[in-house]
């Protein structure tokens, strides 16, 4: 089957950048997704990425797109306390949305 | 790991009639479950918190009347879409947490009203 993975758990030190990786199997994606998730909440969608881009910036947010490897990132710059989440990479393909398990990032102060 | 199966993965039913979607934890127990429902082209959204033994907690806008979510055990949380229409067509999703892996997601269920 199709298959989105990504690590389990990273972690970091406050004021670091954090990057939060994922691979895909389905080259057919359209759009690429990164959610948060926070204890006990739903998800937030972050971010996304159209399928013909290599990367976007938002703010401290940095997607990173490639298609090739069929490889998608995440980088926090400056990652605060508050970034520590559950963070799920999501790929939309014939109108169905594929999860990876999601990565636990813990800031360390 | 762990596992979410959820059911149907595709339903057609005519306007009006009503649609159950099961969400069930194959081998762990998940005391709260959360169903998303998404848009053509739009990112996911969140209506409900589904909580064991207790009412889900809808977000707002979510018609708790029309989405009903039941979560009768550990392992089973159900919503059902009442007196579906044509706009009620959407990909619904839920996911469950095991603590020590994080959260799961079902397959999807891609619902069809015409």
């Known amino acids: 089957g199709e298959d989105v993975e990504q690590s389990l758990f990273l972690s970091v030190r406050e004021g670091d950048s954090s990057v939060i990786n994922c691979t895909y199997t389905?080259?057919?994606?359209?759009?690429l997704y990164w959610y948060k998730q926070e204890p006990g909440a739903g998800l937030q969608l972050l971010t996304y990425i159209f399928s013909n881009m290599d990367m976007k910036q938002d703010q401290r947010l940095t997607v990173l797109l490639n298609k090739k490897d069929k490889h998608l990132s995440l980088r926090i710059a400056d990652t605060q306390t508050g970034d520590s989440a559950i963070y799920f990479c999501?790929?939309?393909?014939?109108?169905?949305?594929?999860f990876g398990a999601g990565t636990r990032l813990t800031v360390k102060p | 790991g762990a596992v979410v199966s959820q059911h149907p993965s595709r339903v057609i039913c005519k306007s009006g009639t009503s649609v159950k979607i099961e969400c069930r934890s194959l081998?762990?127990?998940?005391?709260?479950m959360f169903w998303y429902r998404q848009f053509p082209k739009q990112s996911l959204m969140l209506m409900a918190t589904s909580n064991e033994g207790s009412k889900a907690t809808y977000e707002q806008g979510v018609e708790k009347d029309k989405f009903l979510i039941n979560h009768a055990s550990l392992t089973l949380s159900t919503l059902t879409v009442t007196s579906a229409h044509p706009e009620d067509s959407s990909f619904y999703i839920c996911?469950?947490?095991?603590?020590?892996?994080?959260?799961?997601f079902g397959s999807g269920t891609r619902l069809t009203v015409v």
């Open positions: 996911s469950a947490s095991e603590s020590a892996y994080g959260y799961t």
């Open positions: 999501a790929e939309w393909v014939n109108n169905d949305m594929r």
């Open positions: 081998d762990f127990q998940a005391t709260t």
């Open positions: 389905d080259s057919s994606s359209t759009y």
